[in-house]
């Protein structure tokens, strides 16, 4: 039998292998949010290590529209962006989109965030509208 030492393999949220990762990972936190502004603040003491950050977001709330520009995102103390939706023409309820990130220094949180952009003009059929998610996380440290 092959003992790994402590490593643990990188899963996404279906539990496939995620490869061609060079870092070694030992530990992993999941959290879920799904209310604006609503954070996860990862334990003191492995922030600023290195990480991978899986996500997977449901979205809860769908919509169709004709500007393109509407997404879910985390932010992280640093003011960085992790997308959570691709930017797309159509985000119907129970669209899931994965994303996977390597993070260089794990941040004090990631929280959150909802942007959208477009038109309220109802003749030329475009809306403002919030895109609502459940954004999934995993936490590789």
């Known amino acids: 039998m092959l003992v790994n030492g402590g ?3 990188v899963l996404d949220h279906d539990g496939k292998e995620i490869t061609g990762i060079a870092d070694k990972f030992f530990n992993k936190l999941s959290f879920t949010l799904t209310t604006y502004d609503q954070k996860f603040e990862p334990p003191v003491s492995i922030r600023g290590l290195k990480g991978y950050l899986v ?3 449901t979205i ?3 919509i169709n529209f004709k500007t393109s520009r509407s997404r879910v995102y985390l ?3 640093e ?5 959570c939706t691709v930017e797309s023409i159509s985000h119907a309820k129970g669209t899931i989109h994965n994303y996977k990130y390597d993070i260089a220094s794990i941040s004090e949180f990631y929280q959150y965030k909802e942007y959208h952009s477009g038109s309220a003009n109802q003749s030329s059929g475009t809306y403002d509208h919030n895109l609502h998610g459940k954004v999934e996380g995993i936490l590789y440290y």
């Open 60 to 62: 809860t709330a769908g």
């Open 79 to 83: 003011g960085n962006w992790f997308n």
């Open 7 to 9: 490593v643990i393999p």
């Open 75 to 77: 932010l992280n103390k």
């Open 55 to 57: 996500l997977k977001t």
